[in-house]
């Protein structure tokens, strides 16, 4: 690879200085002329029939423009994975939150004041709120139609587990408790809606799936895509949760009733009670190993919280049940999982998506297993850690993998050796490792792949089009570099147009650690494909071949002979001079060699690249408190080429931070399906003082299959957060941790409980 | 009902009529249209809506408004009004941005805190920015940037 002159360099995010300025125009912050406001009545009752509501009061309110109810939608049943939504309750709601009714009002004041006039009569009936609790024999129904509650099963068995498992020379077995969080992204959800004369919607939202969202919502609404507009402004933040959520298509009715634009934003408590949190999961475990430490056999039963209709969480559970398989030299593995309906609310990604759940599981087995065996737990991890080139249980080519690597780097930073042999009370160390993908084709059955487009303007600048989303993590940056790089132009005359479903590729967006991979292959493609064009009109110019002709520092010459080029600005004018003043748009695609998994077996590679951590956390206890200090992290990550080494490490600091506040503080309490602390007051998220500083490792083998060799970081680094931290507190206390949080009080009855003889 | 309101933001004087129960936060972002400062909680614990009122950092959302008036209230649109200040130039170059919710209220925060401790420890600017949420950068980056801040003020 030739040298590299903007890829692999740090660069602030291109837009960082109008973000710090405020001239950023958040999803919130945008304002159109007539606009309305909008608020959502949300079911107070956990599942409760709907015996009357009277809206006559809220609309004979002065100010108020538009009462809506399920009867003002087209009445349509659908989902983004199963058709069990519809845009407001029919009859009955399904959880505290539920969406009951809608105003749009002049301000804000006006329609908080309209809701409260919208009388309605429950009937509240039975309700379930544990997964478990919803699977037995004559629990309430959540769906009448859902017998058992059961919104999906997977099933997986590869090879032959229980003879595995029989020969194996421990089984260490048991159940853990994965718990509900919330994703805590400090722009609440939220849409602008309008709609024009002919009845075509346009809708500003801040999401990650801009494309497939405008599937779900124009079949929501009795629409055709075409009829419908998405456009993505800047947005505060996601990490999985701002999918399809029903506030967005609340926001379009009101559009449509009032005929008006009408801003539709989240109160904060509104998004903890209905945004699309963590999939709460019960999982056990029989992990398998041999006496020489090779594992054996893995089998797991995961039961998920699907919450009151279906977001993601079969996916999700499905993911928990196998991806961790390929992170070690599984040959024998079995799955089952159930998600489960209960009336709570609905459930979606976020960071990990079921990998996260699963991780934490697993690598406290490890961290067991070592124990038993007498070995160190790195010992453990390179014996039976997957390595470059090799293929896993179910067919994953892990091309060029670094597992190995974070390993022996995060081990030697963290002096792992050396601290473990130092053995101080209340001190501890842990560690754990994590996979993942860059992509994953299992979960959009059509296509995967990432499409750019790039144009050339006559005064030298360059638009760069995509379908993926930025939703804070510097994907525009990333962008706009690769196509500087492939272009041979200065970072600064890119520009990367925000999402727009009328212009834009269709991308599938930014999940699955899929955005640069994707995404950025198929900016570079179309960055290829412009370059062409520029080549052939700088060779027109100085009468020798296209192929000759090669860029650097914005200067277009024949190679070897620099002093005779031309400036790109020069190239771009010509061309558009030449073309009758059409701009040189380059339109390119990335389709990868990965396979849709078998429907029995799961047998296939799913993700053209899979990135692999390495955590190791040091740990303090306050031996009167129970509460837990990190005093030291250590994040080794597999990611291929680093585009932009500060984005990285932003995301792996932001990962961890993210992962801690999960293992040490939060937890959505529900007492009898009431949300007990939906705002943040009394839901803590880490704050400056929580956080250490990590020592963030970038280990980057090649990828052939990435932009410029890369591979993605988003979710890798959250994954082993919390198995780092619990093996660390066993060290220090002894106290194995199978159910998140670790909370001071918990942990402190646990130490207590040892002492007892 | 509406009680007179007058104010000087970023310098400039307004003269309004408001309902005695509206926030500084809806004034300064619907009222002045003034977007700059965000809404988060609404509770006064994520601190995106940080102004400084008579140069002290609050939460905006947590202020009523006729509780400033006769005030001075800087937001992010006034700082720096001639060129970038220091705070949003290192927010930048350190990586302290990244989805950029938080970032308005955090360079408000350590706005107030710089003018009155001019030398900070990188402990001292943590606890500075207590009261202010970030769930992108696991803030080590934005505690880089302010510490820049504070070097590139001296000079």
């Known amino acids: 690879m030739p040298d590299l002159r903007v890829v692999g360099k740090s660069y602030p995010q291109i837009d960082a200085l109008e973000k710090a300025t405020g001239r950023t125009e958040f999803v919130s912050d945008l304002v159109l002329p007539n606009m309305l406001y909008g608020r959502v009545l949300r079911s107070p009752h956990a599942h409760a029939r709907i015996a009357h509501m009277d809206v006559s009061r809220a609309k004979a309110l002065t100010g108020v423009r538009a009462v809506v109810g399920y009867g003002d939608t087209p009445g349509i049943k659908f989902g983004p994975r199963s058709e069990d939504w519809t845009i407001m309750a029919r009859d009955k709601a399904l959880f505290e939150g539920d969406e009951l009714a809608a105003v749009a009002a002049v301000d804000e004041d006006t329609a908080e004041e309209a809701l409260e006039l919208i009388q309605v009569e429950y009937e509240v009936l039975p309700a379930v709120f544990d997964p478990m609790e919803a699977m037995q024999p004559g629990a309430p129904l959540v769906h009448e139609d859902k017998p058992g509650n059961i919104a999906a099963e997977f099933k997986l068995d ?3 587990v229980d003879e595995a498992l029989r020969n194996s020379y421990f089984v260490y077995e048991d159940s853990f408790y994965t718990n509900q969080v919330y994703q805590a992204y400090l722009e609440p959800m939220g849409a602008v809606a309008q709609a024009d004369l002919s009845g075509r919607l346009t809708m500003w939202v801040g999401t990650q799936i801009p494309n497939m969202m405008r599937m779900t919502y124009a079949r929501a609404l009795g629409i055709s895509p075409e009829n419908m507009r998405i456009v993505v402004p800047d947005y505060g933040g996601a990490f999985g949760a701002k999918m399809e959520n029903n506030v967005h298509l609340v926001a ?8 008006r634009p009408v801003k539709l934003i989240n109160t904060r408590q509104d998004d903890f009670l209905a945004g699309n949190p963590r999939v709460p999961m019960y999982i056990d475990i029989k992990l398998g190993v041999a006496r020489d430490g090779i594992l054996t056999g893995k089998d797991v039963r995961v039961v998920g919280g699907n919450g009151a209709r279906t977001v993601y969480a079969q996916a999700i559970v499905a993911t928990a049940c196998y991806r961790a398989d390929s992170l070690y030299r599984f040959k024998h593995v079995r799955a089952e999982g159930y998600t489960v309906y209960t009336n709570t609310v609905p459930t979606g990604c976020f960071r990990g998506f079921g990998n996260s759940q699963m991780t934490f599981v697993l690598e406290t087995a490890m961290d067991v297993v070592a124990e038993h065996l007498g070995m160190d737990p790195l010992e453990l991890r390179l014996r039976n850690g997957i390595g470059p080139g090799e293929v896993s249980v179910h067919g994953w080519k892990i091309g060029a993998g670094g597992l190995a690597e974070c390993l022996t780097r995060a081990t030697e930073s963290a002096q792992w050796k050396e601290k473990r042999e130092r053995k101080q009370p209340l001190k501890g160390i842990g560690l754990a490792c994590c996979n993942h993908v860059s992509g994953n084709r299992a979960f959009v059955r059509e296509f995967d792949g990432g499409a750019g487009l790039v144009r050339v303007g006559r005064d030298g600048r360059v638009t760069v089009y995509h379908g993926e989303s930025d939703m804070g993590q510097g994907q525009k940056t990333a962008f706009a570099q690769i196509v500087a790089e492939r272009l041979g132009i200065p970072l600064e005359l890119i520009i990367v147009a925000p999402v727009d479903t009328d212009i834009s590729p269709f991308g599938l967006g930014s999940f699955a650690t899929r955005g640069t991979m994707m995404g950025g292959n198929g900016v570079l493609a179309a960055a290829e494909k412009a370059f062409h064009q520029l080549a052939e009109v700088v060779a027109d110019m100085l009468e020798a071949a296209p192929e000759d002709i090669v860029s650097e520092n914005g200067l277009f010459f024949v190679k070897g002979a620099p002093d005779r080029g031309f400036p790109f600005i020069e190239v771009a004018e010509a061309a558009a001079f030449k073309r009758g003043g ?10 990868p060699p990965t396979e849709l998994p078998d429907p029995v077996t799961k047998f296939g590679n799913i993700s053209p690249a899979y990135p ?14 129970g509460q837990v200090t990190v005093v030291n992290f250590t994040a080794a990550h597999d990611v291929g080429r680093a585009i932009n080494p500060m984005a990285v490490e932003g995301q792996i600091q932001g990962g961890v931070a993210q992962g801690l506040g999960w293992v040490l503080m939060e937890k959505m309490v529900v007492e009898n399906g009431r949300a007990a602390n939906p705002n943040f007051l009394d839901y803590e998220i880490p704050g400056p003082l929580d956080v250490p500083d990590v020592v963030s490792i970038l280990v980057e083998p090649i990828e052939s299959e990435g932009p410029y060799g890369a591979k993605g970081i988003g979710e890798p680094a959250l994954n082993p957060v919390m198995a780092a931290i619990t093996n660390a507190i066993y060290d220090a206390t002894g106290v194995r941790i199978k159910r998140l949080p670790a909370t001071p009080e918990t942990l402190l009855a646990k130490m207590q409980e040892l002492k007892r003889p | 009902m509406k009680v007179p309101l007058s104010l000087v933001v970023n310098g400039e004087k307004y003269e309004l009529e408001i309902m005695p129960n509206r926030t500084l936060l809806d004034v300064i972002r619907i009222d002045l249209g003034l977007t700059g400062t965000k809404k988060g909680c609404g509770q006064g614990k994520c601190g995106t809506c ?13 202020i009523l408004a006729p509780q400033a008036n006769g005030k001075e209230v800087l937001t992010i649109e006034g700082l720096g009004s001639e060129g970038l200040h220091p705070l949003q130039k290192a927010f930048a170059e350190k990586g302290a941005v990244q989805c ?8 408000m925060t350590a706005k107030g805190f710089l003018d009155s401790h001019p030398h900070p420890s990188g402990d001292q600017v943590r606890a500075a920015i207590g009261g202010n949420l970030c769930r992108c950068t696991g803030y080590k980056a934005i505690v880089e940037a302010i510490l820049a801040a504070a070097s590139a003020q001296e000079l």
């Open chain 1, 158 to 160: 590869v090879g032959d």
């Open chain 1, 252 to 259: 379009a009715v009101l559009a449509q009733k009032s005929k």
């Open chain 1, 582 to 591: 059409a701009p040189i748009v380059g339109v390119g695609y990335y389709s």
């Open chain 1, 612 to 625: 692999f951590g390495c955590h190791i956390a040091e740990v303090e206890v306050n031996p009167d408190t």
């Open chain 2, 50 to 62: 940080t102004v400084l009122l008579n140069g002290v950092p609050v939460n905006a959302c947590l």
């Open chain 2, 100 to 107: 950029g919710y938080c970032t308005p209220g955090m360079i």
